[in-house]
């Protein structure tokens, strides 16, 4: 499944059959993420890990980029860990956006709200971190981010529709399925 995904990739409508048979199946279909997904979809414990490459308007050559510099460092620690490490040119605010709303970024801060709207301070701290250390080698401080609550699980599922194409994690009718099975 995890070939005939990969296979897929650019096809919502293909990738939303087959989560569904996936999930029919038993398998497990993984969030993406930052520390562990690849471009592809890849088998992990018995479940199957979303592709990074398989969400919207990220494009694959960036999520390459993005594996090999986890590749060479190692996980990214945190979300500023990873903007300090990836080149502004290779992932641009339009991809960072889809990464958060997606929920590729939630194993190094759950919040997705809090990084959307600290978005630009974010890539700024990184282009700026970058600029220190390649001119005088000194440390900026890091910046804080906006203390907000993270969006309502409604808000938080349309964010990461429009990124992936369907509802990965869950769906808006989950918290009525007992409701509706009796009504069927």
Do not use: C
């Amino acid at each position: 499944m995890a070939a005939l995904m990969t296979l897929e990739l650019h096809n919502t409508d293909k990738l939303t059959f087959f989560a569904r048979e996936v999930k029919r199946l038993g398998i497990e279909l993984l969030p993406p993420d930052v520390n562990h997904s690849h471009s592809g979809f890849k088998v992990e414990n018995s479940a199957i890990r979303y592709a990074l490459a398989a969400l919207k308007n990220v494009g694959a050559a960036a999520m390459d980029a993005l594996m090999v510099e986890r590749q060479k460092a190692g996980p990214y620690k945190d979300i500023f860990d990873f903007v300090e490490r990836i080149d502004g040119r290779v992932i641009n605010k339009r991809q960072f956006e889809n990464l958060i709303s997606a929920g590729a970024f939630d194993s190094l801060s759950p919040n997705r709200r809090q990084l959307m709207e600290s978005l630009e301070l974010l890539l700024r701290y990184g282009n700026e971190d970058k600029r220190s250390q390649s001119l005088f080698s000194l440390d900026i401080t890091r910046p804080k981010l906006s203390n907000v609550e993270d969006w309502p699980s409604l808000e938080k599922l349309r964010h990461e529709f429009s990124a992936v194409g369907f509802y990965l994690t869950s769906h808006p009718l989950d918290a009525y399925g007992s409701s509706l099975e009796q009504v069927g």
